[in-house]
């Protein structure tokens, strides 16, 4: 029996995901406690990493396409001096070289380089799909898996720290990218970049999008609420895209999805509220100047 059987549980779920358990994992004890297979997620975390993961449940499972998109905050700790097989430290380490004469000022400068614009190779081990199939359990399988360059955006790098741990360097840094930024990439090519090899030691998404961590409810905490503590749709849409609010013969065009006579300025998705306040649909800009075309409908005619 579901312990929140019988509620309204469409919205947004904001779990601090611990280390270990996968991003599925989290899916499917929220599906236990709902009592609903309508649940997912939002931007995978892998098992090691902690942090934000949004997780959809009932209709707002549909949004959660438009919301991966969003940039991404992340805290970490890059070690230098050890090249792993996952990239990370829950890889075997396949070599090593010294440090010694690593100073914190070649850190800080090498970090620097990954601002901006970047030609970035996904991790070997990481969940893009190689045809059809996931790149890590091809790897696992035993295939040497080449991945294509992909293009991200660094918006900010941030070293908060940099000190020697045994034979090794570890910086802490916070940063701001894109979506498809793996942040295990930039410790691999920050270890080439300074000769010395790298890997990710830890990390932690700080935001997804305008939600923080802050906002986070821990996974333990789930079992014991009493209530599914959500975002409803409404609250969160807006948060995440602009707004433009129809009245009541706009609300019912939407529940048909007709398109809407709206000049949106912006092709990313615009959150179409009613004249309640509630979410009644996501926009885009049409192939007509001047109208818009429906992209996801949660209203009913």
Do not use: N
């Not at 997620?41 to 942090?51: C, E, F, K, V, W």
């Not at 940039?71 to 010694?100: C, F, H, N, P, Q």
């Not at 970090?111 to 996904?122: H, I, K, N, T, Y």
């Not at 940063?175 to 930039?186: D, E, K, N, P």
């Amino acid at each position: 029996m579901s312990r929140w059987s019988g509620r309204t549980v469409d919205g947004l779920l904001v779990v601090d995901k611990p280390a270990g358990p996968t991003s599925h994992d989290v899916v499917a004890k929220v599906r236990r406690l709902a009592g609903t297979r309508r649940v997912g997620h939002a931007g995978t975390l892998d098992p090691m990493a902690t942090g934000v993961l949004l997780v959809g449940v009932g209709r707002a499972t549909r949004l959660l396409g438009h919301l991966a998109l969003a940039d991404k905050s992340y805290a970490a700790t890059i070690r230098l001096g050890a090249a792993t097989t996952t990239e990370d430290a829950e890889g075997k380490v396949v070599s090593r070289a010294s440090v010694m004469g690593l100073s914190e000022e070649r850190v800080r400068e090498a970090l620097a380089g990954f601002v901006g614009a970047l030609s970035q190779v996904p991790s070997s081990v990481s969940a893009v799909k190689v045809d059809g199939q996931r790149a890590h359990a091809r790897v696992r399988s035993g295939e040497d898996v080449r991945l294509a360059p992909r293009d991200v955006v660094v918006h900010e790098l941030r070293v908060d720290a940099v000190r020697r741990a045994d034979d090794l360097v570890e910086a802490d840094v916070w940063l701001r990218c894109s979506t498809g930024t793996y942040v295990r990439a930039i410790a691999r090519d920050v270890g080439q970049a300074l000769g010395v090899g790298g890997h990710l030691g830890a990390l932690r998404r700080t935001s997804v999008g305008p939600v923080g961590v802050d906002e986070a409810v821990p996974l333990a905490e789930l079992e014991t609420a009493d209530t599914l503590p959500v975002v409803p749709m409404a609250s969160a849409a807006p948060r995440f895209f602009p707004t433009v609010t129809v009245d009541r013969e706009g609300a019912r065009e939407v529940g048909f999805g007709r398109a809407l006579p709206l000049d949106l300025a912006d092709e990313e998705p615009t959150a179409v509220l009613g004249p309640d306040g509630s979410l009644l649909a996501l926009y885009a800009r049409g192939p007509v100047p001047g109208e818009a075309r429906a992209v996801a409908v949660f209203a009913s005619a």
